[in-house]
C-alpha cells in the first residue's frame, strides 16, 4: 500500500470556525509533511514530523496547528483562518526524514470565507 | 540552496520523447537532483534522482551533464496522461533533525497533445 490519504476532499470554513485536516499513511513512514499550495503556485513546506516529533516548523502561523498522534497520523488544526489561508493543503510521508522520495496525497482543497 | 531554473511550459507530441531541462548551476559536489511531477488536482509525484550518473528508472531517464550544472528529465514516449507541471529540485544537504525539506520551484508545464 503506497497511499497517502487525506479527508476531508474539500472544506469549507467560516473565520471563526473550527476545523481539523487528517492525513493516514500505513506504509510504516516515520516522517511525515504538511505543505500547502496556492493557485497557480508550487507546493511550500509547512511542517515537518520526524518519529512523531515535530522537527521543522516553517514559521507558520499559530492558527495552523499540528498533530501527530501516532506514526500513521497526521493532522492539521485549523482557528480563526484568514480567506487568503485558502489553498489546497498537501500531506506527504517519507520512509524518514533523510529521504527526500516523498509520497504525497491528494489534497484538501480549503476556502476560507 | 542551490536554484534552478526550468522553462514555464513546453508542448510534446503524443508518443514523443519529452525532454525537461533544467538549470542548477550552483549546485555542490554533495547535492542531488530529484524530479517530481504533479498532475492536475493531485498531489505531487516523485519520478526519479541522480547525483552525477545517468539514472533510468520505469517512468523516466535523468541525463545529468558532466559539470552537473543542467539535467535533462527525459520522458521516453509521452502520453496525454504525462501532462503535468514537472519540478526539478536540487536536494540541499541533509541537516540532522532537519527532515527531508524539499523546496519546490515554479516547474515547467508540459502539454501532451494528441
Known amino acids: 500500500d503506497t497511499e497517502v490519504t487525506q479527508t476531508p476532499k474539500h472544506l469549507v470554513m467560516g473565520m471563526t470556525n473550527k476545523k481539523s485536516l487528517k492525513c493516514e499513511q500505513h506504509?510504516?513512514?516515520?516522517?511525515m509533511y504538511w505543505y500547502k499550495q496556492k493557485a497557480k503556485k508550487p507546493p511550500e513546506l509547512m511542517f515537518v514530523?520526524?518519529?512523531?516529533?515535530?522537527?521543522i516548523n516553517e514559521s507558520v502561523p499559530s492558527r495552523f496547528s499540528p498533530e501527530c498522534p501516532n506514526s500513521s497520523l497526521l493532522n492539521l488544526h485549523l482557528h480563526a483562518l484568514q480567506p487568503e489561508d485558502s489553498a489546497l493543503y498537501l500531506c506527504?510521508?517519507?520512509?524518514?526524514?533523510?529521504?527526500?522520495?516523498?509520497?504525497f496525497g491528494p489534497g484538501t482543497r480549503l476556502t476560507v470565507t | 540552496d542551490a536554484k534552478t531554473t526550468q522553462p514555464p511550459s513546453m508542448d510534446c507530441a503524443e508518443g514523443r520523447a519529452a525532454n525537461l531541462p533544467c538549470n542548477h548551476s550552483?549546485?555542490?559536489?554533495?547535492?542531488?537532483v530529484y524530479w517530481y511531477r504533479q498532475i492536475h488536482s493531485q498531489g505531487p509525484q516523485y519520478i526519479i534522482h541522480?547525483?552525477?550518473n545517468n539514472e533510468t528508472n520505469e517512468m523516466a531517464s535523468l541525463i545529468i551533464t558532466e559539470d552537473r550544472k543542467s539535467s535533462t528529465l527525459i520522458l521516453p514516449h509521452a502520453t496525454l496522461r504525462d501532462t503535468a507541471v514537472y519540478y526539478c529540485?536540487?536536494?540541499?544537504?541533509?541537516?540532522?533533525?532537519?527532515?527531508?525539506?524539499?523546496?519546490f520551484g515554479q516547474g515547467t508545464e508540459l502539454s501532451v497533445k494528441p
Open positions: 506527504a510521508s517519507s520512509q524518514e526524514d533523510r529521504s527526500y522520495e516523498q509520497y
Open positions: 506504509m510504516g513512514h516515520r516522517a
Open positions: 514530523y520526524s518519529y512523531e516529533k515535530l522537527s
Open positions: 550552483t549546485i555542490s559536489g554533495n547535492e542531488y
Open positions: 541522480g547525483l552525477k
Open positions: 529540485i536540487v536536494r540541499p544537504p541533509f541537516i540532522y533533525n532537519q527532515g527531508g525539506k524539499l523546496i
